[in-house]
């Protein structure tokens, strides 16, 4: 799709595949979308899918699959052990990643708590570029803390730095010092760091990254989920591997991990997850694991047909033409809305078009979750479903005061090949309403927090009623849609 130039000058994002199958979708009157983000407790997770017309909650498992994906399905072969799909699954990651061994587990979370399990133990450490939810819950949960590391420019929401999700190397360095080497579990690069906006690291940083965890003996893991985002980065944004093929770029990043983990339901576009190494003393250790908590070693959980789908979406990610959608929707997407003067996350990422709440809505205070509050503003308007990330989507401090997250995001994840330029440009025409009107916008307090991953099941309600307010008034501007 990247290599089409317009005779216009225009630059539209063209695809370079076709829709054969489709599914209905329903668009809310506002009267009933304030009653079923009401019912939701004002929160995204929770509300019904049949009252969302464009769900851009996430990308994890709705991505789309393609023709050679669904007839890989009907080959699978099923058993408990000895599966010859694992085994061409297996041979897969060998080929695309050079790594020796595949552990199965049923999503990435699932290999999160398996690494954490194996490598965490009470008053570990572990630094990051950045964390993500799930990881850093299941670190916690073994007894050990996360240190970020990352650079300056990882929080600067706009920026025209092209890799803020790099490490820190200096902040590394200090961090291995303070705690001594001997606490260091293990050092975790993510690729395509998802909650500052899908954010792609550097391969000349990753190098300088293993450098270092090499010179302390400390093991570096990826996590991988993110990864189609980070090459397709990598390709377009790093001068020296301009001219590698996406395959080779993916195969040095893998050399320089010790591990690496992904989350099946965001790389490969299947659902799924697995860790691999080629180091024999992890495999091993991390192998423990795998029956007790996911299944047997040749299926992880998963089931043998999205095994067979997560191969070729292996495979396919290779391709850039594939891996250039999402980044390229997301870039026109945050260009538009940056053209109006509507705050985003910019560069833009991969994942998604990240609003910036903290300026979007800069009446409301942390405390009043502007995220969350303009996430359930935007299904309002809308219908359309996007995900907080922000101090909602952290956990309190053990003394149970709140911990405000660096960043108010709401994210509008594009999942791979699913969406149209038409659906993207209504998204953007009623952020814009949104924005004119962002002054009725009030905050949140919770009704029922749970104690962990609050952001799943939390249940919130406004501090006014805002949400009557800017109901009649979209009303009046727009009509019932
Ligand atoms: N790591 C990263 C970077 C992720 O983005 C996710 C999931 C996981 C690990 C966990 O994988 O969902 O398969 O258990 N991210 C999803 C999201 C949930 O919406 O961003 P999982």
């Not at 000058?9 to 009401?38: D, F, N, Y």
């Not at 993207?424 to 002054?439: A, M, P, Q, S």
């Amino acid at each position: 799709m990247n290599k089409v130039r317009f005779y216009s000058g225009e630059a539209i994002p063209v695809e370079m595949h076709k829709v054969r199958i489709v599914q209905k979708l329903s668009l809310l009157t506002i009267g009933e979308r304030l009653t079923a983000i009401q019912m939701a407790g004002n929160n995204t997770f929770l509300l019904r899918n049949r009252d969302v017309y464009l769900d851009m909650l996430t990308d994890s498992g709705v991505n789309a699959m393609s023709d050679r994906q669904l007839a890989a399905m009907m080959e699978a072969d099923d058993s408990y052990a000895g599966s010859e799909t694992f085994a061409k699954l297996e041979a897969k990651c060998t080929e695309l990643f050079g790594t020796k061994y595949f552990l199965p587990a049923h999503q990435g979370r699932a290999c999160e708590h398996i690494l954490a399990k194996a490598f965490v133990t009470p008053g570990s450490v572990v630094p990051m570029n950045y964390h993500f939810t799930t990881t850093k819950a299941h670190i916690t949960l073994c007894g050990g803390s996360v240190v970020e590391t990352p650079i300056d420019e990882a929080y600067q929401i706009a920026s025209t730095y092209p890799f803020k999700g790099n490490m820190g190397i200096d902040k590394l360095r200090r961090a291995v010092e303070e705690h001594g080497a001997g606490r260091i579990a293990f050092v975790r690069m993510e690729a395509g760091t998802n909650l500052i906006g899908g954010q792609p690291f550097s391969l000349g940083n990753l190098e300088q990254v293993k450098a270092l965890c090499d010179q302390f003996g400390i093991p570096l893991i990826l996590d991988a989920s993110l990864l189609a985002d980070n090459l397709y980065f990598i390709k377009e944004r790093e001068e020296k591997y301009k001219d590698w093929s996406v395959s080779k770029i993916a195969r040095r990043i893998c050399a320089l991990s010790d591990i690496i983990y992904f989350s099946g339901r965001k790389l490969g576009c299947a659902r799924g997850g697995g860790i691999m190494t080629s180091n024999e003393e992890y495999y091993q250790k991390l192998r423990e694991f795998i029956p007790l908590y996911e299944g047997f070693l040749t299926y992880g959980g998963m089931s043998v047909r999205e095994m067979e789908a997560m191969a070729v979406g292996l495979e396919e990610t290779m391709e850039l033409d594939m891996i250039s959608h999402g980044p390229q929707f997301i870039a026109y997407m945050a260009g538009e809305l940056e053209k109006r003067g509507i705050p985003v996350v910019t560069p833009p990422g991969g994942l998604g078009c990240h609003l910036d709440a903290m300026a979007f809505v800069d009446h409301l205070p942390q405390e009043q979750y502007p995220a969350g509050a303009l996430a359930a503003a935007l299904y309002l308007a809308s219908g359309v479903r996007g995900m907080e990330r922000g101090t909602l989507s952290e956990q309190r401090e053990p003394d149970g005061s709140e911990r405000l997250a660096d960043m108010e995001l709401l994210r509008l994840a594009l999942p791979r090949r699913v969406f149209t330029l038409s659906q993207v440009k209504y998204t953007v025409d009623r952020i814009c309403w949104l924005y004119e009107n962002r002054r009725l916008i009030g905050g949140l307090k919770f009704v029922e927090e749970p104690a962990t991953l609050r952001f799943f099941f939390g249940r919130l309600a406004p501090l006014s009623d805002w949400q009557e307010k800017l109901a009649a008034k979209y009303r009046a501007d727009l009509g019932e849609y």
